[in-house]
């Protein structure tokens, strides 16, 4: 199926429209041939990652440009000491997330996150910590994976794993295996279907980096 931009315009609005957690008057979509730009603003870093998320999911969007804005009360009055105080407490809280490995600055709001840790999971786990803290304006996850596991990666397990979702057409994906890192090329359909390729492929013991070059194609109208 063909979409013109102001039916994958629509769509993405339809899309943010439908989680309840956003407010779709306050953020604006624009498309142009699969590049869709977000704009507006929101109360919170969440829910611009939401926003982000929404749009990526929708069928045709090819890659986002988000430039929404987060204005909030309760941002302005917290320090950037207590927003690094916030986000050390959150990790003594969950499990998936050696605290004691992850380094934590925060400047004017915006968050980074640095060290070194066995799993891509923890680090995923740790930025999701720190996007629903109040007071967060963005996040840098600079988090390096070393894996403890010394196997050799087996492109075949990654290629069945990626068999196995129900969300990938695995037949336009090429794995290639160098060392400790997994390439990914060919083609997928949306940015989530490339984002799940990827994080498929992180979970193979013993990655350390997945370079993922995978291109998302599909067909618009043209006028």
């Given at each position: 199926?063909k ?15 439908w989680?309840?957690?956003l407010?779709a ?6 498309a ?10 929101v109360?919170s870093?969440s ?12 069928a ?7 430039k ?14 207590e927003?690094?105080?916030a ?21 004017n709001g915006?968050?980074?996150?640095e ?8 680090r995923?786990?740790?930025?999701e ?12 996850n600079?988090?390096r994976i ?12 990654i ?24 390439i990914?090329t ?10 799940e ?5 992180w979970n ?8 993922n070059?995978?291109?998302?194609e ?6």
């Open positions: 199926m979409k013109s931009n102001e039916q994958l315009q629509k769509d993405v609005q339809d899309a943010i429209n989680e309840p957690s407010n008057a306050e953020i604006g979509v624009s142009n041939d699969g590049v869709v730009t977000l704009t507006g603003t109360p870093y829910q611009k990652s939401e926003a982000e998320h929404a749009a990526e999911n929708v045709g969007v090819r890659a986002v440009v988000e929404i804005e987060i204005r909030s009360p309760n941002s302005r009055n917290r320090t950037d000491d927003i690094a105080a986000i050390v407490d959150t990790f003594k809280w969950d499990m998936e997330v050696p605290a004691s490995k992850v380094k934590v600055k925060v400047e915006w968050v980074t996150l060290g070194e840790l066995h799993w891509n999971y923890q995923v786990a740790a930025e910590d720190v996007k629903f803290l109040d007071g967060v304006i963005g996040v840098t600079n988090i070393r894996s403890e596991i010394r196997n050799e990666i087996k492109r075949e397990d290629e069945d794993a990626l068999q196995r979702s129900v969300a990938i057409d695995p037949e336009d994906i090429t794995v290639v295996v160098s060392g400790t890192k997994v990914l060919g083609t997928v359909g949306t940015v989530y279907q490339k984002k390729a990827e994080r498929i492929a193979a013991p013993g990655v350390w980096a997945v370079d070059q995978l291109a998302v599909y067909e618009y109208e043209t006028f």
